[in-house]
């Protein structure tokens, strides 16, 4: 039997010691990580159901039950019940926006009975001034297209997906892929793009590509953005 006190225990009594230390230092050396505050829905005006309302006015793809109530902290089942009596308060009022349920999830949408308001809207939009940011970003799109969100945004520094929304309305912008690696949409000009420029291809476009960042430069400025 071994000797609780010799050597071979008090070297065995340090090393566990050692143990103890180097693990207390190291949560000591890393930082804690704070949980995401909770979201008090009774708080807000209009509870979850408002609250499920302000988050279908943002998305631009359609968002599942499952989706809301991970996001505010409801049960799913809670969740589509807001949706339907949302649905229901949509058509009962007669607004011009309909809330419709797809295989993707839910989404509001235009009433089919206005698509010659929109339709006019629309076309009235193409033929308006675009701000300083729409410029911008369609210069971007312009000259490193196909090009995704992620990118455009890396080289303006801002984000831009109200601005990619106004381009595509125009019709001066269009889909045309995705990103085979990280499958973001890609963005590309549009032949009505041509048209406004009076131009027959991207070929005759003024040379300023070499005063964006190249290709590479961009991906790193994304990474470091965390974009």
């Known amino acids: ?6 050597p071979d225990a008090m070297a065995a009594t340090d090393a566990i010691d050692a143990t103890d230390a180097t693990t207390a230092a190291t949560d000591e050396a890393e930082p804690s990580r704070s949980e995401p505050e909770e979201i008090d829905l009774e708080a807000m005006p209009g509870g979850a159901r408002s609250a499920i309302e302000a988050v279908l006015m943002v998305v631009e793809e359609p968002v599942t039950p499952e989706a809301l109530g991970a996001v505010l902290g409801i049960e799913p089942t809670v969740a589509w019940a807001h949706l339907h009596d949302l649905a229901d308060e949509y058509d009962r009022d007669g607004r011009g926006f309909s809330l419709r349920r797809t295989e993707a999830g839910w989404r509001i949408y235009s009433r089919a009975e206005y698509a ?7 076309l009235e939009g193409r033929r308006a001034t675009l701000s300083k940011a729409a410029l911008e970003t369609l210069a971007v799109i312009a000259y490193r297209q196909p090009v ?19 381009l595509m309305t125009r019709g ?4 045309v892929g995705t990103d085979t690696e990280h499958g973001a949409v890609l963005y590309g000009t ?12 991207l070929a005759e476009l003024p040379p300023l590509a070499p005063y964006l960042p190249e290709g590479h430069e961009v991906d790193e400025i994304a990474e470091r953005g965390g974009i």
């Open 1 to 6: 039997m071994s000797d609780p006190t010799g």
């Open 116 to 122: 010659p308001v929109v339709e006019r809207f629309v």
């Open 148 to 166: 995704s969100r992620a990118r455009i945004a890396a080289v303006r520094g801002v984000g831009v997906d109200g601005v990619v929304r106004t």
């Open 172 to 175: 001066l912008i269009d889909e």
């Open 190 to 201: 549009t032949e009505y793009f041509l048209t406004r420029l009076g131009l027959g291809s």
